[in-house]
């Protein structure tokens, strides 16, 4: 039996901008209120989901979700027309606005949680939704991504969807940006690192005091058990509160796992050894490889604004040794830079780096591993994958002329307001369920 880890990308939509809504995440602060550019952002996540295609990866694709979302703002208070709605929001409530216009969505690292089949009690593939209960504008995601994620993967014998945990601080739950497994083989039975920024339930110290501490001990304790998973398989580890006050709001932004071999800043949990520990215990006969990056090499501030550790740690077909996709930001680091070049020299599974052009995402705060959440699957269950959602020399051309059809080329803060946006954004994600043949997805094709 073969396996596969794919990459399923989350497509751009139409109203990429910067708003700065995610506090603890720096790029997002920084460029908050400046004009971006949403055509530009979803050509490049498409060049790089194609980029991945051709260097022989399996590659998927998530689609956008509404925005704005009028059944959001309709609830909280807001009626009228669709207009009507959207122009007394700008006038009275801007941020909620802005809120229900981003296009974070299209991280899909923070989509769910995904653990594969070889790991499971019942021998299925199980996705939780990510509640995204520490940020507004990302809570309202899960139950689209939900739907989404049970229409790519329908078959109820192969595949158990959970809906997201409760919301409440105490089950903030972030995805598969805090999720790393590590096996011999993507269909061999693996060890799933579970990382955490606090307790819900009791006091913890260290605690991080400048940022929020997103994800919580008791929401990866329950995504365990609700995937039905091995309690001696599982590590459950914390993240440094240093490292989150720095600006790695996610594990993901300090660390990156890929089949036996961990990535990761020395400084990036609070205690490393015994999580090393642990994960070489639960491992048992497979060897793991933990690649250490010294803060005397890379400093925090250097690792997190090159976003070194939000990278693709792949395995390339017929290729020796592992290979990082990285964001280009990190070949215009001299420090990162620096010892990207020796890495690929030492001895570690790690043999090659290639770079991709991001930098609309990275501008609000994503890397390559934040657009691509990680779905292991044999070849019987990529067999029963929904097709039209997989990547092809077809499919990129039609996504690339939706695009250059319907996207604007520049966007401020201030053309939220034009209801004219909305138009083209519905406009845009109507023809895409067409591209996809999904039917009634979006609520405003239902109404």
């Given amino acids: ?247 790695a709001f996610h594990n993901d932004v300090v660390s990156v796992a890929n089949l036996n071999t961990l990535f990761l800043h020395e400084a990036a949990f609070v205690d490393k050894q015994a999580m090393q520990a642990q994960l070489q215990r639960a491992a048992g006969d497979t060897e793991l490889h933990f690649v250490e990056v010294p803060t005397a090499e890379v400093s925090l501030q250097d690792a997190i604004s090159s976003y070194l550790f939000n990278s693709q740690l792949v395995s390339l077909p017929n290729s020796d040794g592992m290979t990082l996709i990285l964001p280009q930001e990190s070949r215009e680091n001299p420090a990162v830079y620096q010892y990207l070049t020796a890495l690929q020299q030492a001895d570690t599974p790690i043999k090659a780096v290639k770079f991709v052009d991001v930098r609309q995402s990275m501008q609000n705060g994503g890397g390559p591993a934040c657009l691509r959440l990680r779905v292991a699957l044999t070849d019987q269950e990529l067999a029963a994958v929904n097709p039209r959602f997989l990547m092809n020399d077809e499919l990129y051309a039609r996504l690339v002329g939706w695009v250059e059809r319907h996207y604007r080329e520049r966007l401020s803060p201030e053309d939220l307001a034009d209801p004219q946006l909305m138009q083209e954004s519905f406009t845009a994600l109507d023809e895409l369920t067409q591209i996809f043949q999904l039917g009634s997805f979006y609520e405003f094709q239902q109404n």
């Fill in 1 to 247: 039996m073969s396996a596969y880890e794919v990459n399923f990308d989350g497509l751009i939509g139409p109203t990429h901008n910067y708003s700065g809504l995610s506090h603890g995440n720096l790029a997002s602060a920084n460029n908050a209120r400046r004009v971006s550019q949403p055509r530009a952002a979803a050509l490049q996540g498409l060049n790089k989901m194609w980029q991945l295609t051709e260097l022989g990866l399996q590659q998927g694709v998530l689609l956008p979700q509404q925005r704005p979302h009028l059944p959001t703002l309709r609830a909280l208070g807001f009626s009228g027309t669709d207009q009507a709605v959207i122009e007394q929001v700008a006038r009275s409530a801007p941020e909620l606005l802005a809120s229900c216009y981003s296009a974070s969505c299209m991280w899909t690292a923070n989509a769910a949680t995904v653990s594969p089949s070889a790991d499971t009690a019942d021998g299925k593939v199980h996705f939780t939704a990510a509640n995204l209960n520490s940020m507004f504008h990302r809570s309202i995601e899960h139950p689209s991504t939900s739907r989404l994620l049970q229409a790519i993967f329908s078959d109820g014998d192969l595949f158990a969807h959970h809906s997201a945990l409760p919301a409440g601080a105490h089950f903030g739950d972030e995805g598969a940006a805090n999720h790393n497994r590590l096996a011999a083989s993507y269909d061999a039975p693996g060890v799933e690192l579970f990382v955490y920024g606090r307790y819900a339930f009791r006091d913890n110290k260290p605690q991080a005091s400048r940022f929020p501490s997103r994800q919580t001990y008791e929401a990866s304790q329950a995504i365990s058990r609700l995937h039905q998973l091995d309690e001696n398989a599982v590590v459950y580890a914390q993240q440094s509160p240093a490292i989150i006050d720095a600006g």
